[in-house]
């Protein structure tokens, strides 16, 4: 065991939660779109059904995760987010050479290169969120909470950081959201891993301290934001401010250090206390009997484990080899067990998890909730415009709904997981409960209330975000851990389906339709290569009362899930994970144990 602090600290795994949360706080360039859309519609010369289908394309590459899952079953972590930061780099280096006018480029190839950069994303997810989720089983919704929260605070982040280096050239948005999150990745290569599970008895309390700091920072991003609506920031307050978003995303390391020194207070104890016992044991005068060792403070006080108990799962797993043995086609054909999939809970393969009617209801309830939210928010750019708001209150948009989604993704995350443990709520149900909720913001935007595109732009930044963890933790628990990986870029997919559904065939549609019909009334026909613009309530009215029609399917749909899993969630999911933590911890303490003798 290592006594170097600022080695220990570095391969710790509340280093690699540390690691984790910087990757994800630049990973969400996705969500900032309403941002630069306009420089690309301009620029370009596209109407708004081209720019929504580009749109469609970059949620597409964020979303559609299957290739990177698909190789974080095969590879190191590591591995995946090298590959992320590359394709990041390029993709967003292309669409700003092509936006600054540096080189041409056809439609075709823009949706290639925002496809390409945002698929990076799913990359630094599946590379970063999965390893973590994996590390910490039985916090999985605090963990999911908090990490997507940074990914859906990462807009909010990055505008203050742009502003700071570029000023207001938001052409220069794109350039920063390809180079920076793609050197994060980098340098936290090695520090992102998988690391033997120990159940440690206070991490929940952790993770809310965490959460409380990055709380904070959500907080000062929300006053920052508002003091910055009001007033003209020069360079150096832009300046300023940013400096201190970089100190309050810093602050989680003090944590981490000090989590590190108490560990390490605690072993040094234990392995005093074996010592001491060694001492007792090799007396030859003492006859008292002996006690065991005390373990050390990453085992709980509650985690003695039996002889007999040990014999079972032994017993249980020689079992289970032996059937495996027996017949192999059980392991060699996947394809015949596709339809007889284990008990919910267990570890389905990937042909048995998405073959799963749970996994289709869930499918089609996020691609109703998602797709809608995620409409309005790619279009709320063209949606303040159309709506009669100024240019710098489209900008606070954006931020509010990037605070809000940080805010519905931890608060989904961490009271979901309180509510599942302390009264066996059902994660399935509160995503029914946020479905309905979204609905709100939808309507506000359809019949323009007076300042409703501000209520409109919380509700709706809260709903998409609380549906990520509330979607994740569903998957990690209904179908078990093994091929997380996969099932999790699996479930993603339903984003882009319901985006290029409602986003590109309904709202753009609809709005281009709108605006064709303003250019005859006013005598007018397109030039080429003229955007297309709309004003008034009418631009996207229809549209989202399809969407509010639509996300209150998604809400019957998501009941039927919650019905069909009751039973499951007033039983103790998390039991096995605290078994297989009994055996680690035994190890340890066996291990510890013998090289004390030694």
């Not at 970063?128 to 929260?149: D, H, M, Q, Y």
């Not at 007033?231 to 995303?249: D, H, P």
């Not at 209801?361 to 415009?385: E, H, M, P, R, W």
Request: overall charge positive.
């Amino acid at each position: 065991m290592t006594t170097n602090l600022p080695i220990r600290v570095l391969v710790s795994r509340w280093f690699m939660v540390f690691g984790t949360m910087l990757i994800l706080s630049a990973a969400g360039a996705t969500y900032m779109f309403g941002l630069y859309s306009g420089d690309i519609k301009s620029s370009l010369g596209y109407d708004q059904t081209t720019l929504n289908l580009l749109s469609f394309f970059k949620d597409l590459g964020s979303n559609v995760g299957i290739l990177s899952g698909l190789i974080n079953e095969i590879s190191p972590p590591w591995v995946v987010l090298s590959i992320g930061a590359i394709l990041n780099l390029f993709g967003y280096f292309m669409i700003w050479m092509a936006v600054t006018k540096k080189m041409s480029t056809k439609v075709w190839l823009m949706c290639l290169y925002i496809c390409i950069g945002g698929n990076s994303q799913s990359f630094a997810n599946t590379g970063a969120l999965v390893t973590c989720v994996k590390n910490f089983p039985e916090s999985r919704g605090a963990v999911l909470g908090l990490l997507k929260g940074f990914v859906g605070l990462s807009g909010a982040i990055l505008t203050q950081i742009y502003q700071a280096i570029y000023g207001n050239d938001s052409k220069s948005l794109i350039l920063l959201i390809g180079w920076l999150p793609a050197a994060i990745s980098l340098v936290f290569l090695r520090t992102i891993r998988i690391i033997r599970v120990v159940r440690i008895a206070h991490e929940l309390k952790v993770f809310y301290r965490f959460l409380y700091m990055s709380l904070v920072l959500a907080g000062y991003l929300m006053v920052i934001i508002i003091l910055q609506k009001k007033f003209n920031f020069t360079r150096v307050e832009y300046g300023l401010s940013a400096a201190l978003v970089v100190f309050l995303l810093f602050l989680p390391l003090g944590l981490v250090i000090k989590e590190e020194i108490n560990s390490w207070n605690a072993k040094k104890l234990a392995l005093d206390s074996i010592s001491k016992v060694k001492v007792v044991t090799e007396n030859p005068k003492s006859e008292a009997p002996q006690s065991p060792p005390p373990s050390s403070s990453v085992v709980t006080k509650d985690t003695t484990f039996e002889k007999q108990d040990l014999d079972g799962i032994v017993q249980k797993n020689s079992k289970s080899s032996d059937v495996d043995l027996k017949d192999p086609e059980v392991s060699v054909s996947c394809w015949r067990t596709v339809f007889q999939p284990p008990a919910r809970g267990e570890d389905f393969t990937i042909l048995q998890a998405l073959f799963s009617l749970d996994m289709l209801i869930l499918f089609v309830a996020t691609i109703c909730g998602v797709g809608g939210t995620l409409t309005a928010i790619d279009n709320l750019g063209q949606i303040g415009t159309s709506l009669g708001y100024p240019k710098k209150s489209i900008s606070t948009f954006v931020s509010l709904v990037s605070i809000w989604n940080y805010l519905g993704r931890v608060v989904a995350g961490f009271l979901s997981e309180y509510f599942l443990k302390k009264y066996k709520f059902p994660r399935p149900l509160a995503l029914t409960i946020t479905l309905i909720v979204s609905c709100i913001g939808h309507i506000l935007i359809a019949f323009n209330v007076p300042s409703g595109l501000y209520i409109a732009s919380i509700i709706i930044g809260f709903c998409f975000g609380a549906q990520w963890p509330l979607l994740f933790a569903i998957i990690s628990e209904l179908f078990g851990l093994k091929y997380y990986s996969t099932l999790y870029n699996f479930g993603s997919v339903a984003s882009p389906i319901g985006s290029y559904v409602l986003n590109v065939r309904v709202a753009g549609y609809l709005y281009d339709k709108e605006a064709e019909k303003q250019l005859k009334i006013l005598g007018r026909t397109r030039r080429e290569g003229e955007d297309l613009n709309c004003d008034g309530v009418e631009c996207f009215k229809l549209a989202f009362i399809i969407i509010t029609l639509v996300t209150i399917f998604g809400a019957f749909v998501s009941i039927i899930l919650v019905i069909r899993t009751r039973k499951f969630y007033k039983s103790d999911i998390y039991k096995k994970f605290r078994e297989e933590a009994k055996n680690v911890e035994m190890e340890m303490t066996l291990a510890q144990n013998g090289s004390s003798k030694g």
